[in-house]
């Protein structure tokens, strides 16, 4: 049986009812979080929907690996990295990051980025 | 290689760079679109992420499938059916429609309704 997790932040800190906030870790970043909008501890077998919360002067790491990436960005400005090409985001643009792209999303704006970033499940 | 699909949309009336309209069909419904803004035309092997808007008055089809839905609310206002369930949704809202649920989303607002909605891509 599904279920909603309804939207309950507050000005730029988004937060959802029933998904506890997460410490995402990259180096020199601090104050990053990740929440689990759609996952495995709802029961989605397949595939996991995450918001990421990125603070001014922070990024995500500067990974590659064999998954795929789908984003959106929901607010603030972001620069990502596509192996050798960096192109500017706003709120709505989408990214398809190829699997064994080298990436990184980095905040540019002096409020929070935040993001959905969809993986599949089976990694 | 990953890609950006830019968002060019004006108003309510929602758009991506690179991204065709299709029309999205259910009984009863006109003017409803999807969009694939991160999928098979992008190369993403896993899941596909969509974009669906709405009109005032329609609705996506009654259904139930064996794959999952993440769903999170872009504008308007929606009421989701969930099996026997009935929830209203705002803008930022997470659903998660599990696998086999009888499933409905009806747009309850005098505006469009957009959401995204990813599944997997192996149905």
Redesign the interface.
Known sequence: ???????I?SGND?D?EG?PAEIYEAEGVHGAIKRV??GKP??????V?RYFQIEPGGHSRLERHT??????I?QGKAK?Q??EEF?T???????????N?L?QFTNIADEPLGF?C???A?I
């Open positions: 049986m599904g279920s909603v997790h309804r939207f932040g988004y959802w998904v909008l759609v709802d029961g989605a077998p397949n595939f929907m998954h795929e990436h789908g984003v959106i929901l990502v596509l192996n192109v985001l706003e709120p709505l643009d989408a990214v398809f990051v190829a699997g792209d990436h959905i969809v993986i599949t089976n």
